[in-house]
């Protein structure tokens, strides 16, 4: 069973640059979920979708953050403009069951100077 | 809003040894569940070992062990026997019965010296 695939692994833009993050999730998981860790910080949530709609997106931290989930299958959260405090570490994971066990990605690294 | 704290960044310990990683948390519920996750170097988050909160019994996985103090709000991990691939870091979470989502931790790193 092929995992949580995310990419890029790494990114690296300048400031006011706009980048895509993409995640791909287990075959068959409705639920995905982004999270984020800042240098140093927690990992915070951002949002969870069902299948293609947003569930809770309470922790996206501002409307320069768009994530979306066509068709139920593969997310994408794009930042613009990028600022440097976005920089972090952004991980997907998907779940099968609303309170099921998680898998998570190897995460994107991003870098925003 | 509940809290997850884990006040040691860092830990090292000596191949073989036993070494103990520790987390307290804040909530206002009686039902929930905590997890210890690692990320090795190669980023992929793994669950490493989940305990529910009604359960008084402490869950044991192999080499890893948690020590659940509910009155305490504490929910350290212990290593046994401890191995070079151990070396990660170790984030506590919590989530709440009703919920879906993850409360993490600030994370330790944890260094194996052979």
């Known amino acids: 069973e092929a995992g949580v695939t995310q990419f890029p692994s790494h990114s690296v ?17 409705d639920n995905l979920y982004w ?5 140093g910080k927690e990992i915070k949530f951002l949002l969870h979708f069902v ?3 947003k569930q809770d997106e309470s922790g996206m ?18 930042v613009q403009p990028a600022e440097l405090e976005d920089s972090g570490v952004y991980f997907c994971a998907s779940s099968q069951f609303l309170r099921g066990g ?3 990605g190897s995460g994107t690294r991003l870098t925003v100077v | 809003a509940q809290t997850v704290t884990q ?19 804040d909530t206002s ?14 980023r992929q988050m793994i669950l490493v070992i989940r305990q529910e909160a009604y359960k008084q019994q402490n869950a044991t996985e192999n080499r890893f062990s948690v020590n659940f103090q509910k009155a305490a709000k504490s929910f350290s991990l212990k290593i046994s026997d401890s191995q070079l691939g151990d070396a990660a870091m170790y984030f506590c979470a919590y989530r709440s019965k ?9 994370g330790t790193q944890l260094t194996v010296n052979p």
Not at chain 1, 35 to 39: H, L
Not at chain 2, 9 to 24: D, I, R
């Open chain 1, 13 to 29: 833009i300048e400031k006011g640059q706009t980048v895509t993050l993409r995640c791909d999730p287990i075959s068959g998981h």
């Open chain 1, 35 to 39: 999270y984020r860790r800042v240098m």
């Open chain 1, 51 to 53: 299948k293609e709609s």
């Open chain 1, 61 to 78: 931290p501002n409307n320069r953050f768009l994530a979306e989930r066509t068709g139920g299958t593969y997310s994408t959260l794009k």
């Open chain 1, 102 to 104: 998680y898998t998570f």
């Open chain 2, 7 to 25: 006040s040691q960044p860092e830990m090292s310990v000596q191949e073989a040894e036993t070494v103990t990683l520790s987390c307290t948390y």
């Open chain 2, 29 to 42: 519920e009686s039902d929930y569940y905590l997890f210890w996750y690692k990320q090795p170097p190669s």
């Open chain 2, 98 to 106: 009703s919920g879906s989502r993850l409360t993490f931790g600030e």
